[in-house]
């Protein structure tokens, strides 16, 4: 009875030791794998995925993906988010990430240029232009055009064909692109422009791929976060996003890599 | 109204209206939800009661999902739309009102059915007894004597669709002047880093907050020092 017990607590003893040696090994610094946290643009959801998974099959690093509008991801990093890794679906939040000390500089690069599309699962958008000048529907989803880079952009396509003023009164916004997606989606709104990496193995509705012309071009920046800047994973994230398998990816989902 | 720019004071404005109307269609359809369900005996009656409560403890994200669907071209909601032309109601007012309608149903069902439960038979006996019909022992007897119950559950109802975030912004698609109410603006002034903006609208609504709370209160002080 007596040495059982004793038993017992040497056993408590050998865990306790091993969660100690756990926890200080964790402080010293990763030795093997590794967990960075990334912030995706909602956009890059589905390849942000699939870069992930072979990230951690290549390089035994895990890389935890949380989605969302780019806007309210800088808002979130201002106030001290617990990710160390900026996917943004623009330019210009990363780079303010860096100006103003909440990202590493030199680790700024361009890592997609996304592409618009105007999709409908009940109208004929095949010639997206003619659709939108013709105007016969009722609601037009976009992404919340002030916190998300696609919403912009889709401002600017409107602007540049003249129906913004038009169709202004007929437009409906989703907090991200994954809900403008969504509300085109659920036909709620007949059409909507959405990222050509959404309708990825969509085969429902038409579409029409809106020409790069009309609009800025969507630079999507990732960006190593201060918070990140000792992580291997993170760094290692980085480097393999920049490669030429997660480039393969990209591009499958309809992104362009350099403007030509 | 006092400078505020039309930003700030369209979403007030119409979150103003949007719990107005909200809370006389609640007042309308709870009262008699209210009433069967203090004086009915039929067995499915909590089962009912449950259902209407479901809201309080569903999060706003599954109720919003759902009305996505029925408010939809698919659904009820894209066939009534379809009598004026429309083709869904979701981005709708009326979208809105019936999304607030589902979501503060038990904070104005629960007081008024307890306030009904309070009366009692008696007083409604009493009604019979001296040649009262039901229906005139329901308006001139049992109706007044819940009035408390009444007016708490207009206050929580209006107070509640004042406070509804997440329906609205699943199904609102955040349109000025129809759709955007104080809730969602303020999410989307934070969004963009607007703080000022977020903090005028977000500092009314602590204030407004405090104020009905404390209404509550006093209301029911006075009614059950009244009643004591």
């Known amino acids: 009875m007596r040495s059982a017990s004793k038993g017992k607590s040497s056993m408590k003893l050998t865990a306790l030791a091993a969660a100690l040696a756990g926890f200080l090994t964790s402080l010293v610094g990763p030795v093997h794998a590794d967990v960075t946290h990334v912030a995706v643009a909602a956009n890059f959801t589905e390849p942000a995925k699939e870069i992930a998974a072979l990230f951690k099959q290549k390089t035994g690093h895990e890389a935890v993906l949380i989605f969302g509008a780019s806007g309210a991801f800088y808002t979130q990093i201002t106030h001290g988010a617990p990710f160390e890794v900026f996917l943004s679906a623009d330019a210009e939040r990363p780079k303010m990430a860096v100006d103003n000390g909440y990202a590493v500089a030199d680790t700024l690069f361009t890592y997609a240029i996304g592409r618009l599309v105007l999709w409908s699962r009940v109208v004929d958008v095949t010639n997206g232009e003619a659709a939108l000048k013709a105007g016969n529907f009722q609601k037009l989803s976009i992404a919340n055009p002030v916190a998300a880079p696609y919403g912009t952009a889709a401002v600017e396509t409107m602007k540049s064909l003249g129906v913004y003023d038009a169709l202004k009164p007929k437009i409906v916004q989703g907090n991200s692109i994954a809900q403008a997606f969504q509300f085109v989606d659920t036909r709620n709104a007949e059409l909507g422009f959405v990222a050509l990496a959404q309708l990825h193995g969509v085969s429902e509705g038409t579409r029409w791929e809106v020409p790069l012309k009309l609009h800025s071009p969507i630079f999507q920046d990732a960006v190593l976060l201060k918070t990140g800047a000792n992580s291997e994973a993170s760094k290692a994230f980085l480097a393999f996003l920049k490669g030429p398998e997660a480039r393969a990816i990209i591009a499958k989902f309809g992104y362009v890599l350099e403007l030509s | ?228």
């Not at chain 2, 629960?110 to 306030?115: D, K, M, T, V, Y």
């Not at chain 2, 609208?201 to 029911?220: D, Q, T």
């Open chain 2, 1 to 228: 109204m006092l400078g505020m720019p039309d930003e700030i004071w369209v979403p007030i404005r119409l979150t103003i209206e949007l719990a107005t109307i909200s809370t006389l269609s609640l007042l309308v359809v709870a009262t008699p939800l209210a009433w069967w369900l203090a004086r009915s005996k039929a067995w499915f009656k909590e089962a009912a009661a449950a259902i209407v409560s479901l809201p309080m403890v569903l999060p706003p994200t599954v109720l919003g999902f759902y009305l996505l669907i029925a408010l939809g071209p698919d659904g009820p909601g894209g066939l009534i739309a379809s009598l004026w032309g429309g083709r869904t109601l979701a981005f709708t007012f009326t979208g809105l009102v019936i999304g607030s309608i589902l979501s503060s149903m038990p904070f104005v069902v629960q007081p008024i059915r307890n306030a009904f439960a309070a009366v009692g038979d008696r007083p409604l006996e009493v009604a019979s007894t001296l040649r009262a019909s039901p229906t005139r022992a329901f308006w001139t007897v049992a109706l007044p004597l819940a009035s408390p119950g009444l007016l708490t559950g207009a206050v929580l109802g209006f107070a509640h669709t004042v406070g509804e975030f997440g329906v609205i912004l699943m199904i609102g698609g955040n349109i000025p002047g129809r759709t955007r109410v104080m809730s969602t603006a303020i999410f989307d002034f934070v969004e963009t880093m607007r703080w000022r903006e977020a903090n005028l609208l977000a500092g009314g609504m602590v204030a407004f907050a405090f104020a009905v709370i404390l209404a509550m209160i006093l209301l029911e002080k006075r009614f059950t020092r009244v009643g004591a």
